[in-house]
């Protein structure tokens, strides 16, 4: 029975694959929907990349706009708007944005630097009041300052684009399977589950919704122990590209212990007097720490900062021999076929020779979204689970200070943009009023609604209308510190690969070595690693002192 439903549920994720290919835009008509074009309206195309959180969003936001905007002459002639849909597979470097024929366009992974002449200028529709939507502000109004700086590349001080939605990768947990086994840390020691009273989480304040998870390295270990002796397994995550998986992992611990300023260091090397821990050597397997300022001229520090090597040791610990990842972690499973194990895994066991089931699984936010199909076809076989993103531990050991902030990188470098060269002036008008429109509060808010993502912009949600898991989201990046990755130092953009999101490579015994991962499977040990990171200082005058000024 298992096994027949698991095929039919294949089939049907096989189906509809075939149907969404033709919505890509790679030989399906923009109107393979079946709507026909109609001439006496303007006509106007919206880009969307299709993976994550899908294309439908987009299409109610332009179906409301439609309706607003029915009676409305964009050009001499015609009334009302009709909006067409290129739905991409492809995104960021990896599309050719100069043969991109859509007006408006919402990407990921945009390298903006290298689009940036392809940016229609967004200014006016950026910076006027929002009166016609019955708002007071602006959507500059909504941006915080660094996000304006980046928008407007920091130069003429106009605007180009606007956040899409943001991408937090870490942890997600099965809540159901904690409360089940009783893994929550109880405040008096031991373990509980929900019912109970549970220890302050990673913040350090008690009575908060980490309440319970672990919050130093010790007690997540700790927590992987009891989930084995439960009889599940700690972690999962997809084999099939396990070694940028795994390092979504490492970052995230990374930023949970160094914090948002010290993380976005790898963008701006100037810590602004702050001392920053790092790591000058080891005493045997002792790591011996200084804090240093770390500016533009000795920015090579950034590569010893502890909270990298404390996060390469916790996963050298996690893909030990001790039972703490998922047997799919090493295999050819897809992440979408991770979601599927990790959904119907409790209820489900039997489907694979020794499986166990998995407390946790290494994703970003948008997974839930991805996962929609198979929560979908669990719940109604099941009995509904509820999840929930994890914050991580914010120290090694010890005693967590309380109103200790979260963390959360936004990683996916995604945005919506006007494409500049729309001759037609009525029509480029018309793609930045939709543009505009999407980022109204109301459009804020159902796009929350729809696909559980947030924008980072400061708008509102009726969190009742929110499932569980994007509530969890909503409420932990409501309150955390976001780290951006914003490519604007001219090191950064000159040494991207180097510098990049996932610049956790080294020089292992002579070789260089781009991921974690197996290095750390193969043997080599978490300092041996770390060190290999390092750039030494002369190193750094030789290579990187051209881009800086400081000491001059």
């Known amino acids: 029975m298992v096994k027949t439903k698991r095929f039919v549920r294949t089939l049907t994720v096989a189906i509809a694959l075939m149907i969404a290919f033709c919505f890509t835009g790679g030989g399906c008509s923009k109107f393979g929907d079946g709507e026909k074009i109609d001439n006496t309206k303007t006509q106007l195309t919206v880009s969307n990349y299709d993976g994550g959180i899908g294309t439908q969003w987009v299409r109610e936001a332009a179906a409301r706009f439609e309706e607003k905007y029915a009676e409305h002459e964009f050009e001499e002639g015609k009334k009302g708007i009709q909006i067409s849909f290129i739905e991409r597979e492809t995104k960021g470097a990896t599309l050719d944005i100069s043969a991109e024929e859509a007006h408006v366009i919402f990407q990921e992974d945009i390298p903006i630097n290298q689009w940036k002449n392809y940016f229609e200028d967004i200014s006016d529709i950026v910076t006027e009041t929002l009166s016609a939507y019955g708002e007071s502000e602006s959507i500059e109004d909504k941006l915080n300052e660094n996000t304006?700086?980046?928008?407007?590349?920091?130069?003429?001080?106009?605007?180009?684009i606007l956040p899409h939605y943001q991408g937090f990768n870490g942890i997600q947990y099965d809540v159901t399977y904690f409360d089940d086994n009783e893994l929550y840390f109880a405040k008096n020691g031991g373990?509980?589950?929900?019912?109970?009273?549970?220890?302050?989480?990673?913040?350090?304040?008690?009575?908060?919704?980490?309440?319970?998870?672990?919050?130093?390295h010790e007690e997540f270990v700790l927590l992987m122990e009891r989930i084995v002796f439960k009889g599940g397994a700690p972690l999962l995550w997809t084999g099939g590209f396990g070694d940028s998986y795994f390092n979504k992992l490492i970052e995230a611990f990374a930023d949970a212990y160094v914090g948002k300023e010290n993380a976005e260091l790898f963008y701006t090397f100037d810590s602004n007097g702050r001392e920053v821990e790092v790591i000058t050597g080891f005493n045997g397997n002792t790591p011996v720490t200084d804090r240093v300022v770390i500016n533009e001229k000795n920015g090579y520090y950034v590569y010893q900062m502890a909270g990298r090597y404390y996060a390469l040791q916790m996963a050298q610990t996690v893909i030990g021999g001790d039972g703490y990842t998922h047997r799919a972690t090493t295999g050819s499973v897809t992440n979408g076929g991770a979601q599927e194990l990790f959904v119907f895994g409790v209820d489900e066991p039997s489907t694979i020779p020794g499986y166990k089931p998995a407390a946790m699984l290494v994703e970003g936010n948008y997974w839930y979204n991805e996962a929609a199909a198979y929560l979908e076809e669990h719940d109604k076989t099941y009995d509904p689970r509820t999840y929930a993103y994890m914050p991580l531990p914010t120290k090694v050991n010890g005693t967590v200070a309380a109103g200790t902030k979260h963390t959360m990188r936004d990683s996916l470098m995604s945005y919506g943009f006007v494409k500049k060269g729309i001759e037609n002036e009525n029509v480029k008008q018309a793609a930045k009023m939709f543009l505009?429109?999407?980022?109204?509060?109301?459009?804020?808010?159902?796009?929350?609604?729809?696909?559980?993502?947030?924008?980072?912009?400061?708008y509102d949600v009726d969190t009742s209308k929110l499932n569980s898991y994007a509530k969890s989201v909503w409420d932990y990046r409501k309150d955390a510190d976001i780290t951006e990755l914003h490519d604007l130092h001219d090191i950064y953009i000159s040494n991207e690969t180097a510098f990049g999101?996932?610049?956790?490579?080294?020089?292992?015994?002579?070789?260089?070595?781009?991921?974690?991962?197996?290095?750390?499977?193969?043997?080599?040990?978490?300092?041996?690693?770390?060190t290999g990171m390092w750039v030494s200082a002369d190193n750094w005058e030789t290579n990187y002192r051209q881009y800086f000024s400081v000491g001059d």
């Open 148 to 160: 304006r700086t980046v928008l407007g590349f920091g130069e003429d001080g106009k605007y180009y």
């Open 436 to 458: 505009q429109f999407c980022y109204t509060d109301a459009e804020l808010e159902a796009f929350t609604i729809k696909t559980g993502m947030t924008r980072n912009i400061d």
């Open 191 to 216: 373990w509980t589950n929900l019912a109970g009273e549970r220890a302050a989480g990673p913040d350090g304040t008690p009575g908060n919704a980490d309440d319970g998870l672990p919050s130093t």
């Open 501 to 530: 999101q996932f610049s956790w490579s080294a020089n292992v015994n002579g070789s260089t070595v781009r991921y974690p991962r197996p290095a750390l499977i193969a043997g080599t040990s978490a300092k041996d690693y770390f």
